[in-house]
C-alpha cells in the first residue's frame, strides 16, 4: 500500500525552525521523486522543494531559497524538510507528494506533475 505520512508540524515563532517528515511507506525512492507542497488559506496549492530519485537534484520556490532544506534517508524510506528562519507567511498545511518512476536529474514542483499525496501537517508561524 502505497503512503504518504506526515509528521513534525506546529506553532513556532517567527524566526524558528521546525523539520518536517515524510514517511514513504510503499515507495522506492531510487524510483521516485519526492515534494513538498504548502497550501495556505484562500490560496492555491504551491510547490516549496522537490528532490530527485537519485537524490543528485533538488528545487526549491524561491520563497523558501536559502531558508529550507530538501534531504532524505533512503533507509529509513523518509524525506525531510528542513525550515529554518521561519516567517509568517509561511503558515499553510504542508504537503508530501510523491510522482512515481521518475528518473533523472529533475523532480517536480507543479500540482499536475503529482500522482501521490500524503494528508498534510499544519505549521503556524506566529508569535
Known amino acids: 500500500q502505497l503512503q504518504l505520512v506526515e509528521s513534525g508540524g506546529g506553532l513556532v515563532q517567527p524566526g524558528g525552525s521546525l523539520r518536517l517528515s515524510c514517511a514513504a511507506s510503499g515507495f522506492t525512492l531510487d524510483y521516485d521523486a519526492i515534494a513538498w507542497f504548502r497550501q495556505a488559506p484562500g490560496k492555491e496549492r504551491e510547490g516549496v522543494s522537490c528532490i530527485s530519485n537519485g537524490g543528485d537534484y533538488t528545487k526549491y520556490a524561491e520563497s523558501v531559497k536559502g531558508r529550507f532544506t530538501i534531504s532524505r534517508d533512503i533507509a529509513k524510506s523518509t524525506v525531510y524538510l528542513q525550515m529554518n528562519s521561519l516567517k509568517p507567511e509561511d503558515t499553510a498545511v504542508y504537503y508530501c507528494?510523491?510522482?512515481?518512476?521518475?528518473?533523472?536529474?529533475?523532480?517536480?514542483?507543479?500540482?499536475?506533475?503529482?500522482?501521490?499525496w500524503g494528508q498534510g501537517t499544519q505549521v503556524t508561524v506566529s508569535s
Open positions: 507528494a510523491a510522482d512515481r518512476r521518475r528518473f533523472g536529474r529533475s523532480c517536480p514542483l507543479q500540482v499536475a506533475e503529482i500522482n501521490y
